[in-house]
């Protein structure tokens, strides 16, 4: 079976590259985007213009999907637009999917911009070290069902980052 996943932010950094990344590991992908023709231009995705909170396009993007990846977050916008979007749109997000029969399997993938950096920051020094000397948890991955956190810390490009987050989600 041919995996179908929504991707919202298709559009971002991180978002077409999960897109990408998920067609080369053949997936199909549904693109969810505000502006038309800002979807990847990409053999296996398919462009869906609109947001979570239209109660048109939600359902019927979600209907038949194997997974559902969120990478929105309108940091150009107004605070407004943020909160709409983000807050309110993902929560109608998980919903849908949860209504449509998507399992609610949750990477969190905390970027070291946001968490900040030092020799004692929880989650972006100590939790990662941790992490690196028990190997354990680093080759579970995802697990179905449950959240797994992902920090984004690393020596390699973020480019690099995102491409793994798309071999995570598609599970090759």
């Given at each position: 079976?041919?995996a179908?996943?929504?991707?919202?932010?298709?559009?971002?950094f991180?978002?077409?590259?999960?897109?990408?990344?998920?067609?080369?590991?053949?997936a199909?992908?549904?693109?969810?985007v505000?502006?038309?023709g800002?979807?990847?231009?990409?053999?296996?995705?398919?462009?869906?213009?609109?947001?979570?909170l239209?109660?048109?396009?939600?359902?019927?993007?979600?209907?038949g999907?194997?997974?559902?990846?969120?990478?929105?977050?309108?940091?150009?916008?107004?605070?407004e637009?943020?909160?709409?979007?983000s807050?309110?749109g993902?929560?109608?997000?998980?919903?849908?999917?949860?209504?449509?029969?998507?399992?609610l399997t949750?990477?969190?993938?905390?970027?070291?911009a946001?968490l900040?950096?030092?020799?004692?920051s929880?989650w972006?020094?100590?939790?990662?070290?941790?992490?690196r000397?028990?190997?354990?948890?680093?080759?579970?991955?995802?697990?179905?069902?449950g959240?797994?956190?992902?920090?984004?810390?690393?020596?390699?490009?973020?480019?690099?980052?995102?491409?793994?987050?798309?071999q995570?989600i598609?599970?090759?």
């Amino acid at each position: 079976m041919t995996a179908s996943v929504v991707v919202t932010g298709a559009n971002g950094f991180v978002g077409a590259r999960v897109c990408r990344a998920l067609v080369e590991r053949g997936a199909t992908v549904r693109a969810v985007v505000r502006r038309p023709g800002t979807a990847p231009d990409v053999d296996g995705v398919e462009e869906h213009v609109g947001d979570f909170l239209d109660p048109e396009l939600a359902p019927a993007v979600v209907a038949g999907a194997t997974a559902v990846v969120t990478t929105v977050h309108p940091m150009g916008d107004d605070r407004e637009t943020q909160q709409r979007v983000s807050v309110e749109g993902t929560a109608a997000l998980a919903r849908l999917a949860r209504d449509a029969g998507v399992g609610l399997t949750r990477v969190l993938v905390r970027p070291p911009a946001i968490l900040g950096s030092g020799d004692t920051s929880i989650w972006n020094t100590l939790r990662p070290a941790s992490m690196r000397d028990d190997g354990d948890e680093l080759a579970a991955g995802p697990v179905e069902g449950g959240c797994t956190a992902v920090n984004v810390a690393g020596a390699e490009p973020a480019s690099e980052i995102a491409d793994g987050l798309g071999q995570a989600i598609s599970g090759t």
